[in-house]
């Protein structure tokens, strides 16, 4: 029975070694073909597996690409979370802006320094298999996010409005410099994180009025701000 259940163990963590390459085959394939050039067999073959492997883990393409968005978005978005106790320590004295500033350059890093993620996030968000597939759950990973960064910004909506910013705005941007149109240095960040901060702050007057959104005297406080 020992033996049963060991080589049963075993089998479930090759299975699962095999479904994780191919996510991660899936994402290196589409950002180096693209969404619409990328196949099942450009993905078995950078994950050196059989496309018969794909069906049996995922239900067709559109669901390995969409798992693997998922899976890239959770570990984006757990980067950030991992931060949150130190940025929160940090922020103390801090403005709104000074506070997403602090976030904004984790999530800034870690794109210029995953550059087939930062890609992958960008060809796939705009495609229509985004919307057809992975807008829901997407929502619901970024709102979960939004109740834990709640006490950084005082109001869920605002969390959203900001957490928007970095896995959606900030992607094209941080293209630009994996794409070596923009030279990676603190000036490309700085700039690109004024206008994604002052282009998210433009949405939220549209959507609702500041007072409806409680938010705090945007001026500089006592306390002193770390990065």
Same mark, same amino acid.
């Given at each position: 029975?020992?033996?049963?259940?060991?080589?049963?163990?075993?089998?479930?963590?090759?299975?699962?070694?095999?479904?994780?390459?191919?996510?991660?085959?899936?994402?290196?394939?589409?950002?180096?073909?693209?969404?619409?050039?990328?196949?099942?067999?450009?993905?078995?073959?950078?994950?050196?597996?059989?496309?018969?492997?794909?069906?049996?883990?995922?239900?067709?393409?559109?669901?390995?690409?969409?798992?693997?968005?998922?899976?890239?978005?959770?570990?984006?978005?757990?980067?950030?979370?991992?931060?949150?106790?130190?940025?929160?320590?940090?922020?103390?004295?801090?403005?709104?802006?000074?506070?997403?500033?602090?976030?904004?350059?984790?999530?800034?890093?870690?794109?210029?320094?995953?550059?087939?993620?930062?890609?992958?996030?960008?060809?796939?968000?705009?495609?229509?298999?985004?919307? *057809?597939?992975?807008?829901?759950?997407?929502?619901?990973? %970024? $709102?979960?996010? @939004?109740?834990? &960064?709640? #006490?950084?910004?005082? +109001?869920?909506?605002?969390? *959203?409005?900001?957490?928007?910013?970095?896995?959606?705005? %900030? $992607?094209?941007? @941080?293209?630009? &410099?994996? #794409?070596?149109?923009? +030279?990676?240095?603190?000036?490309?960040?700085?700039?690109?994180?004024?206008?994604?901060?002052?282009?998210?702050? @433009?949405?939220?007057?549209?959507?609702?009025?500041?007072?409806?959104?409680?938010?705090?005297?945007?001026?500089?406080?006592?306390?002193?701000?770390?990065?």
């Amino acid at each position: 029975i020992a033996t049963a259940h060991k080589l049963k163990a075993r089998f479930w963590i090759l299975a699962e070694e095999k479904r994780l390459a191919l996510l991660r085959s899936t994402v290196r394939s589409v950002a180096k073909y693209g969404m619409k050039d990328v196949s099942t067999r450009s993905i078995s073959g950078d994950a050196g597996v059989n496309d018969a492997y794909i069906y049996r883990y995922f239900q067709d393409k559109e669901d390995l690409l969409k798992q693997a968005y998922l899976m890239e978005n959770d570990k984006f978005m757990r980067v950030v979370l991992q931060r949150m106790e130190l940025i929160r320590e940090q922020s103390n004295g801090c403005t709104q802006q000074e506070r997403f500033r602090l976030i904004f350059h984790v999530a800034w890093r870690y794109l210029i320094d995953t550059p087939d993620v930062c890609r992958f996030f960008l060809y796939y968000y705009n495609s229509p298999n985004f919307e *057809k597939y992975a807008r829901k759950e997407y929502h619901e990973q %970024l $709102n979960l996010l @939004a109740e834990k &960064v709640l #006490s950084l910004f005082g +109001s869920t909506e605002i969390a *959203k409005h900001y957490l928007y910013a970095l896995f959606v705005l %900030l $992607n094209s941007f @941080a293209l630009q &410099v994996v #794409s070596g149109e923009v +030279s990676d240095d603190m000036n490309a960040e700085e700039r690109v994180f004024n206008m994604a901060f002052h282009a998210i702050k @433009a949405e939220m007057k549209k959507e609702k009025p500041e007072e409806t959104y409680g938010i705090q005297n945007e001026g500089k406080d006592d306390g002193e701000c770390r990065e």
